[in-house]
């Protein structure tokens, strides 16, 4: 059955990613989870969702009265080989063979293709898929900077006691180099003061900027199971509050970008919200 192999893939990718985000191990394993979420949701059957969102469609898949998340039509791309094609590019370090938009869509269609399986298989599992999603985003973003992530800063010493504080995944590319603060979500809503909450912690560390904040974020999508509707929950007031009063992120990455925050880097201060496949190309000017 298509739903053990998911399961039991994702098992051991919760070990392996113990030993390393970016590894030949979970090259494999999430080739395989991919290839069996697709398998899996080939037999469900399809349904329209009434779409609140502008310029977006969005359907869902059922089994025995339970429906999926979202998914969003365009970006859903169900082709395995493109996944193929995106590995052999990585492992060369040359991923320039595919398009900025090929590239989100096949991020995008191997993480919904997961967790909208999820849905189908555990009921009102919401730990599982934002879990594997944080695996998910760690493990590309681990291949192009190049270094593996820590989950914690270090605290100044006081009174020679060594504090450690938890956070999300940090990247130290080094003496002088580039340091990324990663938050990974699936979604923000109003847990959205937290990205800047913990930008501000790790600024009042190490200094404003030291650390770049860059977010990523799956959707902001809300599915209604009764009516069969689907609405993008965003807050940009809010999102400008926290820019200027709290801390600056640099970039927000989304797989499903929404409308509204798309244009916030017109205001001031900016706030620069892109796609996350722009991140491979532009990292280094960051």
């Given at each position: ?53 502008q310029n977006k469609s969005y359907f869902a898949f059922t089994s025995n009265d339970q429906l ?41 269609s191997m993480a919904v293709s997961f967790c909208a399986s999820i849905d189908l298989i555990k ?76 930008q501000r912690l790790i600024d009042g560390v190490y200094g404003s900027s030291r650390f770049i ?74």
């Open positions: 059955m298509e739903k053990e192999k998911i399961l039991t893939a994702y098992k051991k990718l919760r070990k392996q990613v113990k030993k390393g985000c970016y590894t030949n191990e979970n090259t494999l394993l999430l080739g395989e989870i991919y290839l069996s979420s697709l398998n899996f949701l080939k037999k469900m059957k399809r349904v329209t969702l009434i779409s609140k969102v999926s998340r979202a998914v969003n039509q365009d970006l859903f791309m169900p082709d395995y080989s493109k996944w193929e094609q995106l590995r052999n590019g990585m492992e060369i370090n040359d991923i320039t063979s595919l398009s900025n938009n090929e590239i989100q869509k096949i991020l995008y009921k009102r599992d919401q730990k599982t898929p934002g879990t594997f999603f944080e695996y998910f985003i760690a493990y590309f973003f681990s291949w192009r900077v190049g270094v593996e992530p820590r989950k914690y800063i270090q605290l100044l010493n006081i009174d020679a006691i060594e504090k450690k504080l938890p956070t999300d995944f940090i990247f130290n590319l080094g003496k002088n180099q580039k340091k990324f603060h990663l938050p990974v979500k699936i979604s923000t809503r109003e847990r959205a003061i937290m990205l800047w909450a913990h904040g860059t977010p990523v974020i799956m959707t902001e999508t809300k599915t209604s199971q009764s009516k069969k509707e689907v609405i993008e929950i965003c807050l940009p007031e809010q999102w400008m509050l926290y820019q200027n009063f709290i801390a600056q992120l640099k970039r927000i990455y989304y797989l499903d970008l929404p409308e509204a925050y798309k244009n916030l880097d017109k205001k001031s201060p900016s706030l620069i919200v892109k796609p996350f496949s722009e991140f491979f190309e532009e990292w280094q000017r960051l």
